[in-house]
Structures are given as structure tokens and as C-alpha cells.
């Protein structure tokens, strides 16, 4: 049996994960449902978007972008400090949650895995992608 290979990328990881915390928190919004990107800080003019909503994205605002850009583009913009300590616990969990489909797991980035199957037969396999 052929090995089989399954990459995993969180979809905007940072603002995905930002938005689980603060409603795990009570924190009464959704930032994927409004403009908005996880980015620097916008009052000392550092950062660029790290992440950005569906909605940012029709705006045009591009990862990468510095804040200034963004906000010339969004006005009514909600632009969310990051905070890595969500990140990295949100990375692990996925990861951990990834071995118990596969032991071999091989991280690529933050939000970002390849998953090997040696013993999944193809129908299989396309079962669990979808």
C-alpha cells in the first residue's frame, strides 16, 4: 500500500484562533463576522496584518500590509493586537488532535502540518480529507 500524504493549513490561524479564545472568554463579538485583521500596533504606526477576516479580504487588505495601508482601505477596520501565547497553545492542540488519526506528524509552521498514512487505503483517505 502506497503512503499517503495530507497537509492541514488553519484557514487566517491568528484571527480563526483569536476569535475561539475571546468567545471562549464571553467577550461578546466575532471578529470573523466584521473587517477586521490581528495586527501590530496601530497607535505607535507598527505592524502589519498578520491575519484578516472574509470581509477584510473584500476590501482588498492583504496579509503582509502594513496597518496604515489597511485602514486607507477599511476605514471602520477593527485591527486585534496578536497574542502568541493563544497561538502556540491553539498549534499544539491541533497538533495533538492531528495524532490521533496519524503518530506521523510533521509540523511545517504554526498553523501548519503534514500528516503520512502508510496503513489508509485510498477511499479512506478521501473520506477523512473531506
Excluded at 19 to 25: S, V
Aim: proline share 3%.
Amino acid at each position: 500500500m502506497a503512503q499517503i500524504i495530507m497537509h492541514i493549513d488553519v484557514n487566517s490561524a491568528f484571527l480563526s484562533w483569536t476569535a475561539a479564545y475571546e468567545k471562549q472568554m464571553g467577550i461578546d463579538r466575532d471578529i470573523r463576522e466584521v473587517a477586521s485583521v490581528i495586527g501590530g500596533k496601530e497607535e505607535s504606526r507598527h505592524g502589519i496584518v498578520l491575519a484578516k477576516s472574509v470581509i477584510a479580504k473584500k476590501f482588498k487588505i492583504q496579509t503582509g500590509m502594513s496597518l496604515m495601508e489597511a485602514r486607507k482601505l477599511c476605514p471602520n477596520l477593527l485591527v486585534v493586537p496578536p497574542n502568541y501565547s493563544i497561538y502556540v497553545r491553539a498549534s499544539k492542540i491541533l497538533r495533538d488532535y492531528l495524532t490521533t488519526y496519524t503518530p506521523d506528524v510533521r509540523v511545517f509552521g504554526i498553523d501548519e502540518c503534514f500528516l503520512r498514512f502508510t496503513d489508509l487505503k485510498r477511499e479512506e483517505a478521501l473520506k477523512l480529507a473531506y
